[in-house]
């Protein structure tokens, strides 16, 4: 058996339905992969493949782990990017460059992807020895199932692919375990959040990736407290529920800001309290009560009174047995917090009604905002946006109760991530509306790959905030990309009537539903006022 058949086989038995990429790469060259039943999907480029593992690490809680694989030189300098992306945001995903021949593997101007990809990945190898390709990706996977998720890299030397193995290929899939947090340091945190008098919960991402959506409801409902998400831990707490804050980034509900800013403790579960402008910024003299399965994130930007270290679900189970044994059933705060919650949410949301329901030409782009939430369905949808002000008009204003239904980033924001995340949730989810939301300056980055949502039958919707602009960066773009899409074989529109927004949308949706990807473009003004009620006061 050569490397490349070897690596196929791992590949299946690890589960992998689909590689990502971009030739070329023995892996879809040969054909072995698809012989092997496993999809290989090739974009435009490969920042879009790589974008696409990404999304369906993330999309799956971890549990389904796909890969990636793309040609030495130009392949893997123009991956780096997006293998950052995912590193940033925590995404798993195993991704597997082609290298130089070995003897110029060190040979300036060649690229290395074992040195540069270090810092961008939790392991990086590369493979050197034919018969090591068993261990090596066993490596590989076991680093990025186990932990904190992230990518991981095995370089393999183009000469080295066609090695044939000395003998047989003997290999066991990897497996995931979780670990388990510290009983005396549950004693210490149930107690700061039982005396807590208005206690926050903050919930990360780790809160998907541990799939313990109903363990952070329980642990809300027998606290009687209310909960904020990460923006990529939006979707983790139903945020129709009367103890829901909504989700915090550089734009964020009014609800969020006003408990945030009375809190006395903040529990954050699952997150990294990363200091970043797509966060929330803790208020000064707060006691922080910080759960992650990552130490490193711990004292890193905020400080912790209280630590506990495990994954999430069995961090919130082991913290809800101890508070409910020292609380009443009924604390008797659950109907002031949800009042207080939709009082403020109430006139927070009227201050952004005029724009929401805006009759302008050009459009408002919150007017859009609003429009898809009236259209869409949230639980058969997955939705998000790009780097840019259209995040910023979408995270506070889209309530979503269905786990991973928003694929919320920030960690890093590479404008054109949003398209890939969307192809790549549509390749899982082909049942549910897959949306992505750009800018004009968005879809320069990554426009091209809607072509691969046409050829690849991925009906996804792309949705296109044109204000011939970055607005935030007073650059002037042009170019009309309805027309584009039509020419890449998908259905595009321009819209400049705000009467037209819905009508366009919901045909959308239908088109999407017949197999037809569409591209609306909305000619929006000039518009960068952001919900900051964090600022105020
Ligand atoms: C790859 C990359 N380069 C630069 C930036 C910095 N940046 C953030 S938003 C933005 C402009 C986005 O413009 P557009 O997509 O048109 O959205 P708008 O804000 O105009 O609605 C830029 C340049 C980035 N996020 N990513
Ligand atoms: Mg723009």
Redesign the pocket.
């Known amino acids: 058996m050569d490397v490349t058949t070897a690596i196929a086989t791992i590949l299946k038995r690890e589960g992998v339905r689909y590689l990502f990429g971009f030739p070329s790469n023995p892996l879809f060259d040969t054909g072995i992969a698809e012989e092997m039943g496993i999809r290989t999907i090739i974009t435009r480029q490969e920042r879009t493949a790589v974008h696409m593992a990404d999304a369906i690490g993330r999309l799956t809680g971890g549990d389904e782990i796909v890969a990636f694989a793309c040609q030495h030189g130009p392949g893997t300098e123009n991956s780096i990017g997006a293998v950052a992306q995912a590193f940033g945001e925590s995404a798993p995903l195993v991704a597997i460059p082609a290298g130089y021949d070995r003897a110029k593997t060190d040979v300036d101007p060649k690229f290395n992807s074992l040195i540069n990809y270090q810092q961008v990945s939790k392991t990086c190898e590369q493979l050197s020895d034919p018969d090591a390709v068993g261990e090596t990706m066993r490596r590989a996977f076991s680093a990025v199932r186990n932990g904190r998720p992230r990518p991981a890299v095995v370089e393999v030397p183009k000469d080295v692919f066609p090695l044939e193995l000395s003998g047989e290929l003997e290999y066991t899939p990897t497996g995931a375990s979780r670990l388990g947090p510290d009983p005396v340091a549950v004693e210490a945190v149930a107690e700061a959040l039982v005396a807590a008098e208005r206690p926050v919960i903050y919930a990360g991402q780790g809160v998907h990736y541990a799939h313990a959506w109903g363990e952070l409801q329980e642990l809300a409902e027998v606290l009687e407290a209310p909960v904020a998400t990460s923006l990529n831990g939006k979707s983790a707490f139903p945020e129709s529920h009367a103890l829901s804050l909504g989700a915090g980034s550089k734009s964020e509900p009014g609800q969020l800001a006003h408990f945030l800013r009375e809190a006395d403790v903040i529990f954050g579960i699952g997150c990294s309290f990363t200091q970043t402008a797509y966060g929330i910024t803790v208020p000064e003299g707060k006691t922080i009560v910080h759960s992650t399965l990552d130490p490193r994130d711990v004292n890193k930007d905020v400080r912790a009174d209280h630590v506990l270290l495990g994954d999430a679900g069995l961090c919130l189970a082991a913290v809800t047995e101890t508070v409910a044994s020292q609380v009443d059933d009924d604390r008797g705060r659950f109907d002031d917090v949800a009042a207080e919650i939709a009082e403020v949410k109430e006139s927070w949301l009227a201050e952004w009604m005029p724009r929401l329901t805006s009759e302008d030409a050009p459009i408002s782009p919150y007017r859009v905002i609003h429009e898809l939430t009236e259209v869409l369905e949230p639980a058969e949808t997955i939705i998000t946006a790009?780097?840019?002000?259209?995040r910023d008009f979408l995270a506070p204003f889209y309530e979503t109760d269905e786990p991973l239904s928003y694929i919320g980033w920030g960690k890093t924001?590479?404008?054109?991530y949003g398209l890939g995340l969307a192809l790549g949730a549509k390749v899982l989810h082909p049942e549910k509306v897959c949306i992505n939301i750009?800018?004009?300056?968005?879809i320069g980055?990554t426009g091209l790959d809607f072509e691969t949502a046409v050829r690849e039958d991925l009906p996804i919707i792309t949705i296109c905030?044109i204000?011939d602009?970055?607005?935030?960066?007073d650059t002037p773009?042009g170019g009309n990309f309805s027309t584009v899409a039509e020419g890449l074989g998908g259905h595009g529109e321009r819209i400049a009537d705000p009467a037209e927004i819905r009508p366009a949308l919901e045909r959308a949706v239908q088109l999407t539903r017949d197999g037809t990807p569409v591209l609306l473009e909305f000619m929006t003004e000039k518009e960068t006022e952001l919900s900051r009620p964090d600022l105020d006061g």
């Open positions: 790009d780097a840019g002000n259209p924001t590479q404008l054109g750009m800018g004009d300056g968005a980055m905030l204000n602009e970055m607005a935030s960066y773009f």
